[in-house]
């Protein structure tokens, strides 16, 4: 079942400006993480994020948690061409009794287009 | 470092044959992943190993489909007899183990066609 969901679909910016991703989920969670996936490639591991954690940055990336409302948003400062690709979501489940369910759940993406 | 190594990278082939995707994950890592990409769906977990034993198999649709995985450096999807709704981009994924805060490394998939 799905779990992220990202916010909006697609986003459209210039070279310069910053890019803003949103994340919906609807259970509680280890810990949400974000990827990256370039045009014909596998994923790449951005940022990891866990739950007891409101604020991680990375380089130009800035990820926030918010548990209380179950959202994340990734934010891509002074954004370039090639940050060009789809970003998505992916959430830890929290199981019954306080462990991992082992895998990821993720969001059908946002696809971010960087124009020079 | 090698990352995950998934190959044929494209398959082409006819309705009813067989299909064998391949991947070898990361060495040391215990947890690998298959997952089916669509633009419909989305990424869908088929199947998860840890320490070369299935653990969730849930999203495997059907019978057609097996994933094996004979050592900790091997695993394999088989589609028998593929379907044209069988068509996507299906990526390979292993993580250090499974326990939480590991991330997942993904292979550049195989793009299927089943025509």
């Known amino acids: 079942s799905q779990q992220g969901e990202e916010d909006p679909q697609a986003l459209s910016i210039q070279e310069g400006e910053n890019a803003t991703m949103n994340c919906s989920y609807k259970?509680?969670?280890?810990?949400l993480q974000w990827y990256r996936q370039n045009s014909g490639r596998g994923l790449v591991h951005l940022i990891l994020?866990?739950?007891?954690?409101r604020e991680k940055h990375s380089g130009r990336l800035r990820v926030t948690l918010d548990t209380s409302k179950k959202s994340s948003s990734l934010l891509i400062t002074a954004s370039r061409a090639a940050d060009t690709a789809s970003y998505f979501c992916?959430?830890?489940?929290?199981?019954?009794?306080?462990?991992?369910?082992?895998?990821?759940?993720f969001g059908k993406g946002t696809k971010l287009s960087v124009k020079p | 470092d090698a990352g995950v190594i998934q190959s044929p990278r494209h398959e082409v082939t006819e309705m009813g044959q067989e299909v064998t995707l391949r991947c070898k994950p990361i060495?040391?890592?215990?947890?690998l992943f298959w997952y089916r990409q669509t633009m419909m769906r989305g990424l869908e977990l088929l199947i998860y190993?840890?320490?070369?034993?299935?653990?969730?198999d849930s999203g495997m649709p059907e019978d057609r489909f097996s994933a094996k995985m004979p050592n900790a450096s091997f695993s394999t999807l088989k589609i028998q007899p593929s379907e044209p709704r069988d068509s996507a981009v299906y990526f390979c994924?292993?993580?250090?183990?499974?326990?939480?805060?590991?991330?997942?490394?993904f292979g550049d998939g195989t793009r299927l066609s089943i025509l």
């Open positions: 060495s040391g890592h215990n947890s």
């Open positions: 994924a292993s993580s250090r183990d499974r326990v939480s805060n590991q991330p997942q490394h």
């Open positions: 190993f840890n320490n070369n034993v299935p653990i969730d």
């Open positions: 259970t509680s969670i280890n810990n």
């Open positions: 994020i866990r739950s007891n954690e």
């Open positions: 992916a959430t830890d489940p929290l199981m019954n009794y306080g462990g991992s369910q082992g895998n990821l759940i």
